[in-house]
């Protein structure tokens, strides 16, 4: 069992920044894959980005290349999302996942395990 609590999210202009943290429970945190989501209202939860736990070899969905970092600390059993140039368009609430996964890392049926979602919300 792995358990999720993400923090970080607030309201913030565009163009600002946030870090996004996923802070996990259990001692096997190293051998799964982190994955970000979010949802918008009224929308489907889209794919953000993931890290794998090999090699922490990282994917991004193309609107925040560039702009997001993934990373993962496996002392600290944390994942998190470092989001520059903010845009209206991020606003969303933002999920963070855990699976036993080698691909499909955009899939959010991969993912077992799912926290509870912080709020990230972008002024114009």
């Known amino acids: 069992q792995v358990q999720l609590v993400e923090s970080g999210g607030r309201l913030v202009q565009a163009g600002g920044s946030l870090r996004l943290s996923c802070a996990a429970s259990g001692r096997t945190f190293s051998s799964y894959a982190m994955g970000w989501f979010r949802q918008a209202p009224g929308k489907e939860r889209e794919f953000v980005a993931a890290i794998s736990y090999s090699d922490s070899s990282t994917y991004y969905v193309d609107s925040v290349k560039g702009r997001f970092t993934i990373s993962r600390d496996n002392t600290k059993n944390t994942a998190s999302l470092q989001m520059n140039n903010l845009k209206p368009e991020d606003t969303a609430i933002y999920y963070c996942?855990?699976?036993?996964?080698?691909?499909?890392?955009?899939?959010?049926?991969?993912?077992?395990?799912w926290g509870q979602g912080t709020q990230v919300t972008v002024s114009s």
């Open positions: 996942a855990a699976g036993r996964v080698t691909r499909y890392y955009s899939d959010k049926n991969v993912y077992n395990y």
